[in-house]
């Protein structure tokens, strides 16, 4: 049902929100994908989580995943579809000194609140892996 395409561009970003509870500061990654689209339906994202179509402009939630995607026309005018998501990003690396705090994670919680919480030894600072950044210009 995927078109997959020669080169995969993907574009990360880093917003942060702020939850009002106790101003816990929420990351939030995006990414630009190819979106899915269906023979029968062109013009319009395949939303797998729903298993439904959306139109460009469009949102929907990710569930059962912390997240969310909108359908979005290329700025190239190709008329290409793609997806933009929405979500917690990568999980940070394994540490002794900082656990998932399981009180403070509410995985049914809209997003971007339902994004995992983790509680570290005072002084400790959790670590994330490398986001990369694919290179526009390469063709593979």
């Known amino acids: 049902m995927k078109f997959v395409l020669g080169v995969i561009c993907a574009v990360f970003l880093a917003g942060a929100v ?3 509870e106790n101003e816990i500061e929420i990351k939030i990654y995006k990414r630009l994908i190819p979106a899915d689209v269906l023979r029968d339906f062109p013009g319009m994202c395949f939303a797998s989580t729903r298993c439904s179509t959306v139109e460009p402009g469009k949102t929907w939630d990710l569930s059962p995943f912390c997240g969310r995607s909108t359908c979005v026309v290329a700025e190239d005018n190709s008329a ?4 933009l998501v929405e ?3 990568p999980l940070p690396l394994s540490n002794d000194k900082c656990k998932l705090d399981t009180d403070k994670t509410n995985k049914t919680a809209p997003f971007p609140y339902c994004c995992p919480k983790f509680t570290c030894e005072p002084g400790v600072k959790l670590e994330y892996p490398p986001v990369e950044k694919e290179d526009e210009n ?3």
């Open 18 to 20: 702020f939850a009002e």
């Open 80 to 83: 290409k579809l793609l997806e």
């Open 87 to 89: 979500d917690c990003g």
């Open 138 to 140: 390469k063709k593979e």
